[in-house]
């Protein structure tokens, strides 16, 4: 049960979107000191990489928390196209 | 697409498949449009409905709907350090009539959206709303992609993050407003279920978790029985989680690991892992010219600490919408002023009068100590009552003992929590 967030999203099913739904202007995020969003995100979508964040968004849950808790407001959010991303099959 | 339809409703969850159902029973030309592959395929909740509001709409719903246990067993555990105290409640009286039941999103938001097509309603799926139509200043349908679609009145029910409400200017976002809730469903044999939460067939549990799992941070965590598996998962306030630093998904793994979960999810196999936000105190006007918000949209859940609502809020919401569509639709008048009906409707029924009893509420249980300092307070407590290592004081010594240096603080927080809970 002790499994890591990789595996978890591993137990996932997803639609995979080529287009991006959610957007993030980086660019901002090295002036960002608090880099919430290494804590917030629950699939571990951004990670720091050579001191920069990058994002991804596949993989991503759509729980909507990175909407609104990046405190640079660089997180351009969307739900993917329709039938895409996320689908439970328990919820 | 660019019939009109007298109403369209965005989002098939239950605030919208109880809207739905009801105004195509009442006769209304309504399209429900999902984003979801499927209904239910993009909604995660902790998993207990309240069985109230839908029984009302749809009576003896549990004779067809896809429910999973009838919840008659409500545990509360308080963990500490190194200790953990439960309490363990069982009420035969709250099978009958029930009261509440588990039940996995996935096929019961399948089998709601089925009673509203079954009623009438044309359900789209795998469609993404975009934008509103606005003519006039007022809200007169819908854009998804090339497809513009005109409709009398839109109800929003597109949940917690309501990108349409945003789009109508009903509502803003903040971080202070919301909780985050992750979530496994962890397989194991019915048998194994009834026996380690002592059930009887069919029956189920609700246990809610409080102190160490969240380490400090205002939230808790959750076990709720299901058929044959178990939905587990940790709710946290997301500013005090980014304060605190700690990485949500690793919250969930470390509550796996306690001793008092450990032993319940022992040799299950986690199915799925989801996560959604949580509008604990986020609100969004209800109403505008020619647009209704329904269920978590609105922001319409209560969580007074001990019943955590939003399933039976939402169908509320989504009847009452239907009622105020019908009384607009008497008069032909989709105005703010005319649709500001839903509103009073909401009044008048438990929704906003819960609102409104437990608005105290999402104050005081954001204050931390009722996650560090009470938990620890009672297992040390009880720790001492059942050591035998010595002379013995009475109970009401170790209590005065216990308790010193937090007598004055523990007694104004009581009473604040008589007040607001």
């Given amino acids: 049960m002790n499994i890591s967030i990789e595996e978890r999203l591993g137990l996932v099913s997803f639609e995979v979107d080529k287009e991006r739904h959610i ?56 739900y993917p196209r329709g ?4 689908y439970y099959k328990y919820g | ?56 709409l749809i009576p003896e719903f549990w004779k067809e709907a896809p429910i999973e246990r009838k919840v008659t067993r ?45 009623a009438g309603a044309t359900l789209v799926s795998s469609i993404r709303v975009d934008d509103l139509i606005w003519e006039n200043n007022r809200i007169t349908g819908i854009v998804a992609g090339t497809d513009r679609i005109q409709a009398n009145v839109v109800i929003a029910a597109d949940g917690a993050v309501s990108l349409l409400s945003e789009k109508a200017g009903l509502k803003k976002f903040d971080v202070l407003q919301f909780a985050l809730g992750i979530k496994e469903i962890i397989e194991l044999p019915e048998k194994t279920i009834e026996e380690r939460f002592n059930l009887a067939s069919g029956e189920g549990a609700a246990q809610l978790f409080v102190g160490h799992c969240t380490k400090g941070i205002p939230g808790g965590g959750f076990i709720y029985t299901n058929k044959t598996s178990l939905s587990v998962g940790i709710v946290v306030y997301i500013n005090s989680l980014i304060e605190k630093k700690i990485e949500s998904h690793e919250l969930i793994r470390e509550f796996n690991t306690d001793p008092a979960v450990a032993a319940l999810i022992e040799g299950g196999k986690i199915l799925e892992y989801s996560a959604h936000v949580i509008p604990e105190t986020s609100r969004s006007e209800l109403f505008t010219d020619g647009m209704l918000v329904a269920g978590d949209a609105g922001g319409l859940i209560v969580n007074n600490g001990i019943t955590l609502r939003g ?22 008048d989709f105005s703010k002023q005319s649709l500001s009906y839903y509103e009073e409707l909401l009044k008048r029924d438990f929704v906003l009068q819960d609102k409104e009893t437990f608005k105290k509420a999402p104050e005081f249980l954001q204050n931390e100590r009722l996650y560090t300092l009470y938990p620890e307070f009672v297992c040390r407590l009880f720790h001492r009552l059942v050591l035998v290592d010595g002379p013995k004081k009475r109970a009401f010594d170790e209590l005065l003992e216990e308790s010193k240096g937090n007598r004055i603080q523990m007694f104004l927080d009581m009473v604040r929590g008589m007040r607001s809970l």
């Fill in chain 1, 23 to 78: 957007k993030v202007d980086t660019s901002l995020c090295s002036e960002c000191d608090e880099k919430t969003c290494l804590y917030f995100c629950p699939s571990k979508r951004f990670v720091l990489e050579n001191g920069k964040i990058k994002h991804d968004s596949e993989g991503c849950i759509e729980c909507g928390t990175c909407k609104f808790a990046c405190p640079k407001g660089v997180v351009d959010f969307n």
């Fill in chain 1, 83 to 86: 039938g895409y991303g996320v």
């Fill in chain 2, 1 to 56: 697409m660019s019939e009109k339809f007298d109403v369209i409703i965005v989002g098939a969850g239950p605030a919208g498949s109880a809207a739905a159902y009801s105004l195509a029973k009442m006769g209304f030309n309504v399209l429900m449009i999902e984003r979801g592959k499927y209904p239910g395929a993009k909604n995660v909740m902790g998993g207990r409905m309240y069985a109230y509001a839908l029984n009302r």
């Fill in chain 2, 74 to 118: 409500e545990k509360l555990t308080l963990q500490g350090e190194k200790a953990s105290f439960t309490l363990d409640f069982m009420d035969e009286e709250l099978g009958e009539p029930p009261n509440s039941y588990t039940i996995l999103r996935g096929k019961f938001d399948q089998w709601f959206a089925g009673k509203a097509v079954e």
């Fill in chain 2, 311 to 332: 399933i039976d809020m939402a169908i509320a919401s989504g009847v009452a919408a239907a009622e105020a569509v019908k009384k607009a639709a008497q008069e032909n």
